[in-house]
């Protein structure tokens, strides 16, 4: 056989040199220097980002968000290592190592990683339950036992370097095999339920250090139930003086910050309460002398400086395996989260799966220096971005702040209360424990979503099988001389309407893939089209278009203005026409592609067929809300969910996807439908009464492809492109969701 190179006859001797060179033929940009080159910049972010970091506009400004950061990390490390019952110190080496490392690796640009409240939880628990307190009794005098919390210290620390270890493995293994979609079966409800609960255990792990009293360590099933019985036991020992330490911590505490978020606005940073409640009362406790007055717990020793790297303990491996792989999944979960939330609003984009490999390397190397396993803070992020933080430099100053901490402070608060420390995480739960409203919320609004944020498996698991995640999306176009439309890529005699986008989901829309659903849709729009990429945000000026061939103008349509939103409106049970280029009222008007110097769309009008959306959850709702679009077979679910609002109202719905490409067409804007129904409408059928507004028709056979009688047009003049959702149900309407 001829594999070599220039014809070189491969034989037995040099049969491996005749596959490299093979190889090298045909994927020769595999082992070339820009390929390299690529690689390198694909998992070092900070390559592409630093040498156009604009330092004379975000310098400053991630200098003053990185010390308010810093700040807020030395409390909070404390705090959070006691959580996770490890030594406080350890706390400071978790808020340093990956605060420096995520500088490298990371994509978000405002996450504030380091020490959070449920990861702590979670190794809390798994110390408690493997290495107990009693493990390390010792007799004093032959007769009294005492813990030796020297070697229990030094066992926890061991075994919880193996899990940070272990879970960035499987959060670097998983990030390398393109994994980072997983996190969208972690739906926001099933997060945001997660993390309430473990919120309550946070709570009730800190009540023994806010009343004195010392309870035995539970695991297992309900031992969150039996810790709570045993602390009511032991109030009659509460620790008066501790008691009183944590209240007034908590009171001022929360004071402070409830100020700090009214005048947000005119404060140039946050007071840092829980800093100056850590200085004043490690001040108070070491001039009283708290601990051997009034019994009152004390941090202890912090030891100065930095420890050298030491390997896990790997025979520790089979023991934590299955909760280092659940700390890795729950931690990157709320990281990409908070990433995500805050790439949305200053317009950037986060990698999914270099964030999880940006984690597996935090929390994998820092293991070797004593860290336990790391998340994003949202207390944090939201002080990084509100200080001014433009970029992962400010993680850099926070980190430099805490080393200046580790080497030279730290030690001066071995008499601080672990009360202040208790108060502090308690405090910092404030915002876990509002989502308890969430209840009621996903109540009225989606109960299914209700089930999911309570945990039930079932629900998590059959969702996502019963709704494909990757539905196939297609653009459709009608079949001549009939009002059948079909997918023009696998029909030839199929053709796209002029000026007309009509998109296309095999499936329904749900928390898993609705994402994948607004970028199928910004390709499937963008690529048969005339001009270079262009945001479909951006409207032609109206009569100002030029036609051609293929780029028809955008026809004119009644006296409605460039900047109207939707009115209200019903002409069918299934379409709602948005403009896309809007501002209300007296607004300035919003920039044309003319007047920025961009092309002009091929296109007018986008038409969303939603024809199998038979359901909607809150995830769905959010992200409709970022990219304005609207349907409504699942319009009561949407109305429940507050999808509506003075800027995003319910316009114009029709019966069928040609309804909506006819309308489209003729460029006639159809006005409000009264709520009575007209005498030539069949009464709406069971299932489509009603809604608060006006009445919904649903369609009743082909004669009923038209849309509802037009009244007087109350609009201005040319709107700009508009985008049409067109649900057609051929069976009848959906059963309700919640059934």
């Not at 992962?392 to 730290?410: E, F, H, Y």
């Amino acid at each position: 056989m001829e594999l070599g190179s220039h014809g070189t006859h491969c034989s037995p001797s040099n049969v491996s040199e005749c596959l490299c060179s093979a190889r090298l033929r045909l994927c020769p940009h595999r082992c070339s220097a820009s390929a390299a080159k690529s690689l390198l910049f694909r998992f070092l972010p900070v390559l592409r980002w630093l040498p156009r970091y604009p330092f004379k506009d975000w310098l400053l400004g991630d200098i003053t968000s990185g010390f308010s950061v810093g700040i807020m990390h030395l409390p909070q490390g404390l705090a959070y290592a006691l959580l996770a019952g490890l030594p406080p110190v350890t706390g400071l080496y978790s808020s340093f190592y990956p605060v420096f490392l995520y500088f490298f690796f990371g994509t978000s640009r405002h996450n504030s990683v380091g020490p959070f409240a449920v990861i702590s939880v979670m190794i809390g628990s798994l110390t408690d339950s493997l290495l107990p307190s009693e493990n390390f009794l010792e007799s004093i005098n032959g007769s009294n036992m005492t813990v030796n919390e020297e070697r229990r210290d030094a066992a926890r620390v061991e075994l919880v370097a193996t899990i940070t270890v272990l879970t960035g493995i499987f959060q670097v293994a998983l990030g390398l095999l393109q994994f980072g979609f997983v996190v969208t079966y972690l739906s926001d409800p099933l997060v945001r339920g997660y993390t309430t609960a473990a919120s309550v255990h946070v709570l009730v792990s800190q009540l023994k250090n806010v009343f004195g009293v010392s309870l035995g360590e539970h695991s297992g099933p309900l031992s969150l139930f039996v810790t709570v019985i045993e602390i009511c036991r032991k109030l009659p020992e509460t620790n008066v003086g501790t008691l009183v330490t944590a209240v007034i911590a908590m009171v001022v505490i929360y004071i402070v910050k409830e100020l700090n978020h009214k005048f947000a606005a005119k404060l140039p940073m946050p007071i840092p309460i829980e800093l100056i409640t850590i200085i004043i009362s490690t001040g108070i406790s070491y001039g009283v002398n708290l601990n051997a007055k009034f019994g009152v717990s004390v941090v202890g020793n912090i030891p100065s400086g930095l420890k050298p790297p030491v390997v896990p303990n790997v025979s520790y491996f089979g023991q934590v395996v299955g909760n280092a792989f659940a700390i890795a999944v729950v931690g990157y979960a709320i990281c990409i989260s908070l990433g995500k939330i805050f790439a949305l609003k200053h317009g950037y984009k986060v990698d999914s799966n270099q964030e999880l490999i940006a984690l597996g390397f935090c929390n994998f190397l820092g293991g070797f220096f004593q860290c336990f396993a790391i998340s994003c803070s949202m207390s944090r992020s939201l002080v990084q971005e509100s200080t001014g933080g433009n970029s992962q430099v400010a993680g850099v100053i926070a980190s430099l702040v805490i080393l200046v901490t580790i080497l030279k402070i730290g030690e001066l608060f071995r008499d601080l209360p672990k009360a202040i420390l208790a108060a502090i995480i308690i405090i910092n739960l404030h915002g876990m424990f509002k989502q308890f409203k969430d209840i009621r919320t996903l109540w009225k609004s989606n109960r299914v979503d209700l089930v999911r944020a309570q945990g039930r498996g079932g629900a998590m698991v059959t969702r996502p099988l019963l709704c494909s995640r990757r539905p196939h999306y297609s653009i459709l176009g009608r079949i001549p001389d009939t009002d059948v439309y079909r997918d023009v890529a696998q029909y030839q005699m199929a053709q796209e309407v002029p000026g007309v986008k009509i998109f296309c989901s095999s499936s329904t829309l749900y928390f898993a893939n609705v994402e994948l659903y607004a970028e199928a849709l910004k390709k499937k729009v963008r690529r048969k089209r005339c001009h270079p990429p262009m945001s479909l945000l951006l409207a032609p000026e109206p009569g100002q278009g030029e036609p051609g061939a293929h780029c028809p103008a955008p026809p004119q349509r009644g006296r409605c203005g460039p900047s109207q939103h939707m009115q209200d409106g019903h002409n069918g049970p299934g379409v709602a026409v948005i403009e896309l280029s809007g501002a209300e009222g007296s607004a300035p008007p919003a920039p044309t592609l003319r007047t920025l110097g961009l092309p002009q769309p091929s296109f007018h009008t986008v038409i969303l067929d939603f024809s199998p959306v038979s359901f909607v959850d809150t995830v769905s709702i959010k992200i409709l809300k970022n990219v304005r679009w609207v349907w409504l077979p699942v319009l009561a679910q949407l109305e429940r969910g507050s999808f509506f609002s003075s800027s995003l109202t319910k316009h114009c719905f029709f019966p069928s996807v040609h309804a909506a490409a006819e309308h489209a067409r003729s460029g006639q804007r159809p006005a409000p439908v009264s709520a009575r129904t007209p005498r030539h409408h069949p009464r709406p059928r069971d299932g489509w009464g009603p809604l608060r507004e006006p009445r919904v028709y649903p369609a009743a056979g082909p004669q009923h492809q038209d849309v509802a009688p037009q009244e007087e047009d109350i609009c201005g003049a040319e709107p700009g492109p508009a985008t049409l959702m067109a649900p057609t149900h051929p069976r009848g309407p959906p059963a309700p969701m919640d059934s």
